[in-house]
């Protein structure tokens, strides 16, 4: 491990940072560069050259204002918005997504494709394709890094994937480094309702909030103070016991909620695909009707016993279930108003897409810490 911090590690980290303050700040001079950071007019000058020259920012003169006198005009930097990129995946059964993010998170390109999920090799084709794809649509230019949002139990301190209940032969699949070697990039995994509760809270004030992503399965997330907690197999709200000895479930237990709250497990009670189970409520099938009633029960059950566990009352609702909301959604609220009393949960619903999008988000953060703008022995 190393130890000591050298004059290149300097330079770097200066780097670093002086393009951190130009992505937070938009247009800046290199005077309030030099005010903000401390640094000598000398040290900055040498940094923002470097950066210009490796496509990280761009030189811009504003127009002249008409009546300001004479004297220089001041040139402006800002982040160079196409040149350096990062990619954005997101693993679920319901659907592959891919997005290109530039260093001011923005979406230049999103890339989807069905999901099959019936053995580990067909799936990791099929993200090796999603993803060859969405690097060619970046032509020439850097990728930075890539982030997976990955459904499922995941070590994202190990870039490991470790169970995938929809996938049988899934199991601590080393994802980060498969896709690592096989693109030459820095891969990073998370769990995908991390990535979601990521891009929303971005550029917000949001400190305390459960989110929770409900589909093909149901997988939660929390943010306290700010930071998302996170822990391998911990919030797996899916897999908690809602009926004892209940109905099967795909991870192998009996009685979770996703078998009563999933769109899977749903379809696999209703004895038909999800979809026919949607339309046969909308058309008033008792059964039907009756199975998204018990979801909703159910699904409101679990979310204010965790909003009681963790003393959190914002909730973030995602995932492709919440299109069929108008067959459940009533009756959820009835039932959280019910459970709650005088101080139920606040909800909102975010766009399941955000899951790439927040994966490649926190690609970029991690990339523009460590940028390389390359070794220059200049003082």
Known sequence: MKKYI??????????????????????????????????????????????????????????????????????????????????????????????????????????????????????????????????????????????????????????????????????????????????GLPVLVEHDPNCILYAQSAGTKTENVILLRVDNGIGMAVMLEGSIFDRPGMFELGHICAVPNGAPCSCGKKGCLEAYASQEGMARRYGKPFDRLAAAAKNGESKAVLLFEDMAAQLAAAICNASTLLHIKNIVLCGDMWRYQDLFYDKFLHCVQAISGDNPPSFSVTDVENAAFGAALIAVERSVKHIRVGKDDNK
Not at 19 to 25: C, M, N, P, T
Not at 136 to 159: E, K, R, S
């Open 6 to 183: 050298n004059q290149q590690d300097m330079k770097q980290a200066n780097a670093a940072d002086v393009f951190g303050l130009i992505r937070a700040r938009g247009q800046v001079t290199r005077k309030q560069l030099e005010q903000w950071t401390n640094l000598s007019w000398g040290a900055v000058s040498n940094i923002t050259a470097r950066l210009i020259q490796s496509g990280y920012i761009v030189e811009t003169k504003p127009e002249k204002i008409e009546g300001a006198g004479a004297g220089r005009t001041p040139s402006y930097l800002a982040v160079n918005e196409a040149e350096h990129f990062c990619i954005g995946l997101d693993i679920n059964s319901s659907g592959l997504q891919a997005v290109v993010v530039n260093l001011q998170n923005k979406i230049v390109k999103t890339l989807s494709k069905p999901a099959d999920f019936r053995r580990k090799d067909i799936l990791l084709s099929d993200i090796y394709k999603l993803t060859d794809a969405i690097v060619q649509t970046a032509g020439g230019h850097h990728i930075l890094g890539i982030g997976i949002a990955m459904q499922g139990q995941v070590d994202a301190l190990n870039g490991v994937s470790v169970s995938l209940p929809h996938c049988k032969d899934w199991a601590q699949v080393p994802l980060g480094s498969l896709v690592s070697e096989r693109f």
